[in-house]
């Protein structure tokens, strides 16, 4: 089995995992009141199983993804996991009978052809490369500093949503990039020394953790549509952008494929938007019970 097609299949594995444990944090953050301190919220959301259930899947979907990256492109894995999306309509209906309206068809249709062309324009590194020293500290700080900086101007609900999910976004898309360069290097290279691997692995944990707690809070504030598709867009455009720029990925054609891949891009886009916003429309509201005071 080609290292490729190890790679594909253990991303779109991945990501299936990913989708799921979407739809259980939806149900965690929807038994919570959004008038709720976020401690409270996240005390009550630690007692629910959908919120573990989550935990566990999105773990599984690490543990896969980090396989996919071993053997594969980033900007490959992290574009694939972009299906997220696509893979939570089919996921609703089977699970909550909810039937896949038009315009979801119209978003998914156009998230998938979208994909295909950005599969078809971006060409990996002949070998998988990994960060050296300056750059593995130049993401990890980088990475801190963006997530720190949007948790902290996110005073509103709606706004808060939006950026929780964008730091998020940052937080898997930094976890994902620490994760290729310890999978490579552990596994073959051995070129970072002990201190680097350490903080390469706490500072990954770090990300992944924040990352979750994050796009709980949210989902929480704003539902499951923005927030997943603002996510969605962020996590493979920051993956993206380390790949092109330190990861020796490119694009096919030079200029005319970088063209390709922004109208490609675009598509994806315009489909994710279409995506989330039926998504948002159907949101799960917080049950009376859950949202009694004399109850918590």
């Not at 999306?85 to 979801?104: D, F, H, S």
């Not at 201190?195 to 704003?222: C, K």
Request: hydrophobic letters at 50%.
């Amino acid at each position: 089995m080609s290292d490729t097609l190890v790679s594909v299949t253990s991303a779109v594995a991945s990501t299936l995992c990913y989708a799921l444990a979407a739809i259980s944090q939806e149900k965690a953050a929807a038994r919570t009141d959004a008038t709720e301190e976020q401690l409270s919220a996240l005390r009550r959301a630690v007692r629910a199983g959908p919120l573990w259930r989550g935990v566990a899947l999105n773990s599984l979907g690490g543990v896969l993804h980090v396989v996919a990256l071993r053997f594969g492109s980033l900007t490959m894995v992290q574009l694939i996991g972009t299906l997220t999306l696509v893979l939570v309509l089919p996921l609703r209906a089977l699970l909550g009978g909810e039937a896949i309206r038009p315009a979801e068809r119209r978003g998914a249709a156009l998230t998938s052809i979208g994909l295909v062309g950005l599969f078809l324009t971006t060409e990996p590194a002949p070998v998988v490369e990994t960060l050296t020293r300056p750059e593995l500290r130049l993401v990890i700080g980088l990475c801190l500093f963006s997530i720190v900086a949007l948790t902290l101007a996110a005073p509103s609900r709606k706004g808060g949503a939006f950026r929780y999910a964008a730091a998020s976004g940052i937080a898997f898309a930094g976890a994902s990039v620490l994760s290729q360069t310890l999978a490579v290097d552990l596994t073959d290279r051995q070129n970072l020394p002990g201190f680097y691997i350490v903080v390469s692995i706490a500072a990954t944990a770090l990300l992944s953790v924040a990352g979750l707690v994050l796009i709980q809070a949210a989902y929480r504030s704003g539902g499951l549509g923005v927030p997943l598709a603002v996510q969605t867009i962020t996590n493979p455009t920051v993956a993206a952008a380390v790949g092109l720029l330190l990861l020796g990925e490119h694009f096919r054609g030079r200029l005319l494929g970088l063209l390709c891949a922004l109208v490609a891009g675009a598509v994806v886009t315009r489909g994710i938007l279409l995506l989330s916003r039926h998504s948002e429309s159907t949101t799960v509201a917080p049950s009376p019970t859950c949202a009694d005071p004399a109850r918590l």
